[in-house]
């Protein structure tokens, strides 16, 4: 992607001043060798992904800014940052859109989002206001896009297992249970890979991933998205085969994933039900906040004909209400402590991997680590 502007509209940019600029996670792979004009032309419109240069005006919700090696730099108003337009959509914090021009609007996600905010949770506080100063664009006046540096999908191999997480709502405990799977799954032996596959880019999961033991992890930004709200069944579809090819390629024998927001969510639903989606995964886990949403979760899994594999999420930190949903589902209810074992990873989970690649030649696993860091480089 990338509109050519007339160079009229492109002026130069100072590489000092681009230097200067706090950027954020969600540019991660932009390579800014390639960024040397600025397109602040009133008639400019930006799209889902482009870059763009803005300074930071009144601060509100968002204090800080995660950086692309993962700080979270402190905010200061008149701060020039480095953001991504992207729609947000976060039933707990904002509802954004991308705007029609270059006008104020907010900084919609830390993680680096620039968009219209449009409805708030009662308890955020108002969105940290900021002024765009211009689209950023190579030598020839195109506007700078994340689908530039998205990673090519790959072949992958279709016996290498499939564990995705999946919940009722944000905060239900998906990337906490994701998490733990990793690790349970890297102490059981296994090389893992893992990808967050849909949601707002931030860089947390991606770090709460690599610090569970998993050999590479990737998220939808390597696909070239700032978020996937809104985005189309091809997109989603490419997206989830990109990222799964790459950690297939890059020598995991078992990978996690984890798809943002509820089953109500539309992006997410849309994923879940697909035909691919329901040949890949080989099973699936599903968080929830408690055990009536368990109960509703699993029955739409399998109604859906999905493998479901266990539940999990923020009620299992209720002996009760793990209990509760034990008693309506027809799989094992695992809380963190049974995720991380090795033992049940084999009892609850080894059923589900008979595809597993026994005796692939697999690569030394620093070189495995070694191709992770480059993505975050």
């Given at each position: 992607m990338g509109i050519i502007q007339s160079m009229a509209e492109a002026g130069p940019l100072e590489l000092s001043r681009l230097n200067r600029a706090k950027i954020a996670y969600a540019a991660h792979r932009v390579q800014f060798k390639d960024i040397q004009t600025l397109i602040t032309s009133e008639t400019a419109t930006p799209h889902a992904g482009d870059l763009v240069l803005a300074r930071v005006g009144r601060i509100g919700q968002h204090r800080r800014i995660e950086l692309r090696n993962g700080r979270r730099a402190i905010l200061f108003e008149g701060d020039e940052i480095v953001l991504c337009y992207g729609n947000r959509y976060a039933p707990d914090q904002f509802e954004a859109y991308v705007p029609g021009d270059l006008g104020a609007c907010h900084m919609a996600a830390a993680g680096g989002v620039a968009g219209r905010v449009v409805a708030a949770h009662a308890r955020m506080k108002p969105p940290t206001e900021i002024t765009p100063l211009g689209l950023l664009s190579d030598r020839h006046g195109k506007v700078v896009n994340l689908s530039r540096y998205a990673l090519r999908p790959r072949h992958a191999h279709f016996a290498t297992p499939i564990f995705a997480v999946v919940g009722t709502s944000m905060n239900a405990g998906k990337t906490t249970a994701a998490c733990h799977l990793v690790r349970g799954l890297s102490?059981?032996?296994?090389?893992v890979g893992a990808a967050k596959v849909t949601g707002t880019g931030a860089g947390g999961d991606v770090w709460h991933m690599t610090d569970a033991g998993a050999v590479m992890v990737l998220d939808f930004t390597s696909a070239g998205h700032a978020t996937t709200y809104l985005a189309d069944d091809a997109a989603l579809e490419e997206i989830f085969i990109t990222l799964t090819g790459e950690l297939d390629a890059g020598g995991?024998?078992?990978?996690?994933?984890?798809?943002?927001?509820?089953?109500?969510?539309?992006?997410?639903?849309?994923?879940?039900?697909?035909?691919?989606?329901?040949?890949?995964?080989?099973?699936?886990?599903?968080?929830?906040?408690?055990?009536?949403?368990?109960?509703?979760?699993?029955?739409?899994?399998?109604?859906?004909?999905?493998?479901?594999?266990?539940?999990?999420?923020?009620?299992?930190?209720?002996?009760?209400?793990?209990?509760?949903?034990?008693?309506?589902?027809?799989?094992?209810?695992?809380?963190?402590?049974?995720?991380?074992?090795?033992?049940?990873?084999?009892?609850?989970?080894?059923?589900?991997?008979?595809?597993?690649?026994?005796?692939?030649?697999a690569r030394p696993a620093d070189a495995l680590a070694d191709a992770a860091v480059e993505l975050y480089a």
């Open positions: 102490q059981a032996g296994y090389r995991a024998d078992a990978i996690v994933i984890e798809i943002a927001d509820g089953l109500n969510q539309t992006e997410t639903a849309r994923l879940a039900t697909s035909p691919l989606f329901r040949e890949r995964v080989s099973g699936v886990v599903f968080a929830a906040a408690d055990a009536m949403g368990a109960k509703a979760g699993y029955d739409w899994l399998v109604r859906h004909q999905l493998p479901v594999a266990a539940v999990s999420g923020l009620m299992t930190a209720s002996p009760l209400g793990t209990r509760e949903a034990a008693q309506t589902v027809a799989v094992p209810v695992l809380g963190l402590d049974d995720l991380a074992s090795p033992e049940r990873i084999e009892q609850v989970f080894r059923p589900f991997m008979n595809g597993l690649r026994a005796a692939r030649p």
